[in-house]
C-alpha cells in the first residue's frame, strides 16, 4: 500500500482498497457488462438490491452519476421540478447536473428543524400540477440519508414516502451512507430503502471500494436509467475488477461502520467538552465544527494539522475504519492548538458571504440566516 489513510480526516472517500480487495481481481470474472455478460457485476448489482429489498441495481462509476441518471429517469418532459435540502449533494455538489441533465427547477428547503426535512416542510414547498402555468410541478421528492451525518427518523420518512405515493410524487434517495444509517439504526438497509423509489448506495467512501456506486429501484426503473447511464458515458466494459471489489466492501467493512461512529462521537464529545462548539448533534461518522462560532483561523488550522500529521478540510472531520487511535489523538492536538489560537486571535472572514459555498472549505452560519431572510422577502 502507497498511500497512508490512518490520519486522514478530509472524507471517507480517501479509503483505499485493502489487500484483500486487490488480490481479488486476479480471478475476476472478465465479462462485458454493458451486454450484462460480467458475472461479477451481476453479483454485485442482485446483492446489493437483495439488501436494499429492490427487484433490481445497477452499478454506476459514481454517486454523481447514480444521483443524476435516477432522478433523470424519474422526471418525463419540463417544466418539473426537484425538491429537496437545500444542502442536499444532488442540488449542491453536483455540477449543476439537475439543470443540464434534468432541465429541472429545484426547490431547495431549509429544513424547519434545522436538521432535516419533514413532510411538513415538504408540503409547505410543494408545487401541485394544479393547472397554473407559471409554476413548475414538483415530480421528485429528493432526500439525503445521512445528511451531515444525521440519521433521518424511520417514523419522518414513513409520512413523507407515504404522501409522496398519494401524490404521485416519486421518492429518491441519496444514500451515499445509508449504510452508516442502518448501522448506526441497527435496522437492516432494506428497512430504509423500502420507503423509496429509488436509492443510490455509495461504495466508495464509507465502505471502503475504489469506486462505485449502486442504484437500486424496480426494473422498468433501472432499465430506463440504465439507458441514461449509457447515454453519459458510464457503459463500462470489463468492470467485474470493481464489482469484485465492491462486494468485498460491503460484506468485510459495513460491520466495521459503528466503531467508526463511537470514534466520531467521543470526538464530538471531547469537543464539546473543550468549548468547540458543533454545528450538529454527532449520530454516525462526521463531526462539524462550527465555524461562525469557534473562529479558527484556516491558516492556523492547516499549519496545525500539519504539524501534528492529520489531514483535515474546512470545518468537517471524516471518519473512516482506516483510521487509527493515535492518529485521532494527533487530531485533538492539532485541533486544541488551533482553537486556544481562535480564542487570542479570533478569525474574521472578510468579503460577503456566499449562500453555496463548497462545504470543503468549512461552513458558516451567517450564510443560512442570509438565505433565510431572503425566504421570508420573497
Ligand atoms: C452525500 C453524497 N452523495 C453523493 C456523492 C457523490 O459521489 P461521487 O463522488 O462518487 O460522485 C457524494 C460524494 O462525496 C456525497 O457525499
Not at 211 to 232: C, M, P, T, W, Y
Not at 250 to 272: I, M, Q, R, S, Y
Request: aromatic share 8%; proline share 4%; glycine share 6%.
Amino acid at each position: 500500500m502507497t498511500y497512508e489513510t490512518y490520519n486522514e480526516f478530509r472524507s471517507d472517500t480517501f479509503t483505499v482498497p485493502t489487500k484483500e480487495m486487490i488480490q481479488s481481481v486476479l480471478d475476476c470474472s472478465v465479462g462485458d457488462s454493458v451486454y450484462k455478460e460480467d458475472k461479477d457485476t451481476l453479483e454485485l448489482e442482485s446483492y446489493v438490491a437483495k439488501l436494499a429489498g429492490k427487484e433490481a441495481g445497477l452499478f454506476c462509476c459514481s454517486g454523481t452519476m447514480s444521483n443524476q441518471i435516477a432522478l433523470r429517469a424519474h422526471l418525463y418532459q419540463p417544466p418539473h421540478r426537484i425538491l429537496c435540502d437545500y444542502r442536499a449533494h444532488v442540488y449542491s455538489h453536483e455540477a449543476g447536473g439537475l439543470a443540464t441533465l434534468s432541465q429541472a427547477m429545484v426547490t431547495p428547503v431549509i429544513p424547519a428543524n434545522g436538521l432535516y426535512l419533514t413532510l411538513d416542510d415538504i408540503i409547505a414547498n410543494f408545487i401541485p400540477d394544479d393547472g397554473n402555468i407559471h409554476m413548475a410541478p414538483t415530480r421528485v421528492v429528493s432526500l439525503e440519508n445521512t445528511l451531515s451525518g444525521l440519521v433521518y427518523p424511520l417514523d419522518e420518512l414513513k409520512r413523507i414516502s407515504h404522501w409522496c405515493h398519494d401524490n404521485g410524487v416519486k421518492l429518491h434517495c441519496d444514500g451515499a451512507r445509508l449504510w452508516n444509517a442502518a448501522a448506526e439504526g441497527d435496522v437492516s438497509v432494506g428497512e430504509i430503502c423500502k420507503y423509496f423509489d429509488s436509492v443510490s448506495l455509495c461504495l466508495s467512501k464509507t465502505l471502503g471500494a475504489p469506486i462505485g456506486s449502486l442504484l437500486v429501484g424496480d426494473r422498468a426503473f433501472i432499465e430506463k436509467a440504465n439507458h441514461f447511464k449509457k447515454q453519459n458515458g458510464g457503459g463500462l466494459r470489463q468492470q467485474g475488477m470493481l464489482a469484485r471489489m465492491a462486494l468485498i466492501a460491503v460484506k468485510d467493512n459495513f460491520p466495521k461502520l459503528k466503531e467508526t461512529h463511537k470514534w466520531a462521537k467521543e470526538f464530538g464529545k471531547w469537543c464539546e467538552e473543550n468549548g468547540i462548539a458543533l454545528e450538529v448533534p454527532v449520530q454516525t461518522n462526521f463531526v462539524f465544527i462550527d465555524f461562525s462560532k469557534v473562529k479558527l483561523n484556516p491558516s492556523v488550522w492547516d499549519e496545525s494539522c500539519k504539524k501534528y500529521n492529520v489531514r483535515t478540510m474546512g470545518n468537517r472531520i471524516s471518519f473512516h475504519y482506516q483510521n487509527t487511535p493515535d492518529a485521532i489523538e494527533s487530531l485533538k492536538k492539532a485541533l486544541l492548538e488551533a482553537y486556544k489560537d481562535s480564542l487570542v486571535n479570533p478569525y474574521v472572514r472578510k468579503g460577503a458571504p456566499s449562500l453555496y459555498r463548497a462545504s470543503s472549505s468549512g461552513s458558516d452560519s451567517t450564510m443560512v440566516e442570509k438565505e433565510k431572510q431572503a425566504a421570508k422577502a420573497i
